[in-house]
């Protein structure tokens, strides 16, 4: 599985961007779906996930009201739907597959990582 996420720039605090993830190689549909971020200097950290049905998902706290992951599974493609960016928010975003069923939120339990879009968040 090749993901590839795009969508991000540069957007003033307040604001709001769309980030996707396209899958290709294999079907991705029958697995749940995260997205990651990465500052720099720091760890890659859970944002969201979305289980293969789109009935449960999950978000980190600080995203929390903020952010929302979706996705479309006849594409092969997850959204992030961002909006009141914050200047904390800036990282690089990657999404990855479930390869546990749980929507957990270690780095470890993913797999076929994409190569990241970067969102900075001006203030």
Same mark, same amino acid.
């Given at each position: 599985?090749?993901?590839?996420?795009?969508?991000?720039?540069?957007?003033?605090?307040?604001?709001?961007?769309?980030?996707?993830?396209?899958?290709?190689?294999?079907?991705?549909?029958?697995?749940?779906?995260?997205?990651?971020?990465?500052?720099?200097?720091?760890?890659? +950290?859970?944002?969201?996930? +979305?289980?293969?049905?789109?009935?449960?998902?999950?978000?980190? @706290?600080?995203?929390?009201d903020r952010f929302t992951i979706s996705r479309d599974n006849a594409k092969?493609?997850?959204?992030?739907?961002?909006?009141?960016?914050?200047?904390? @928010?800036?990282?690089?975003?990657?999404?990855?597959?479930d390869r546990t069923g749980l929507l957990g939120q270690a780095a470890p339990d993913?797999?076929?990582?994409?190569?990241?879009?970067?969102?900075?968040?001006?203030?």
């Amino acid at each position: 599985v090749q993901l590839q996420a795009f969508g991000g720039g540069l957007v003033q605090a307040g604001g709001s961007l769309r980030l996707s993830c396209a899958a290709s190689g294999r079907t991705v549909s029958r697995y749940g779906m995260a997205w990651f971020r990465q500052a720099p200097g720091k760890e890659r +950290i859970f944002v969201a996930g +979305i289980n293969y049905s789109s009935a449960v998902t999950k978000y980190a @706290d600080s995203v929390k009201d903020r952010f929302t992951i979706s996705r479309d599974n006849a594409k092969e493609m997850a959204f992030l739907q961002m909006n009141s960016l914050k200047p904390e @928010d800036t990282a690089a975003y990657y999404c990855a597959v479930d390869r546990t069923g749980l929507l957990g939120q270690a780095a470890p339990d993913y797999l076929y990582w994409g190569q990241g879009t970067q969102v900075t968040v001006s203030s």
